[in-house]
């Protein structure tokens, strides 16, 4: 079975940097299980895996614009200790949910604390960044009425959220 639009796939997977350092991987923990089509993945890795069954194995660059975007120096910002009310402790690399310039919500990660002013961005941590992934194609099955209705895999046995 081919991997198109409303197919629920596993992989395997690794993910590397252009210095070749892992950013992620499945190795050692169960294949990643999605619907494609859905917006489950990067748009990129979805292009790249698409035609492809069980068993192929594919290397693929995915330049910024198909994984997390072009970093965005508009979403750093430098706000005022205070608006991190019922925050007792700030620490760099913490993540707090926040309204975008849209009015979207959207994750932001502290970047440097200096005295009162703390620097947030709201950049995902791989935007900007060319990412290479090596994939196996492990499984490639119909999701069922329910997934597609959900837009996403559930897990063995059924409904998990």
Known sequence: M???????????????????????????????????GAGNIIIGLERALEGKQAGDELNVAIEPEDAYGEYSAELVATLDRAMFEGVDQLEVGMQFHASGPDGSMQIVTIRDIDGDDVTV???????????NFKVKVV?????????????HIHGEGGHHH
Do not use: C
């Not at 961005?121 to 990412?131: E, I």
């Open 2 to 36: 081919l991997i198109a639009a409303n197919k629920a796939v596993s992989i395997d997977y690794t993910l590397t940097n252009d210095a070749g350092e892992v950013i992620d991987s499945s190795a050692g923990g169960a294949p990643l299980v999605y619907l494609h």
């Open 139 to 151: 499984t490639v099955r119909e999701a069922s009425d329910e997934e597609v209705a959900h837009g």
């Open 121 to 131: 961005d709201g950049n995902h941590p791989l935007a900007g960044q060319r990412l």
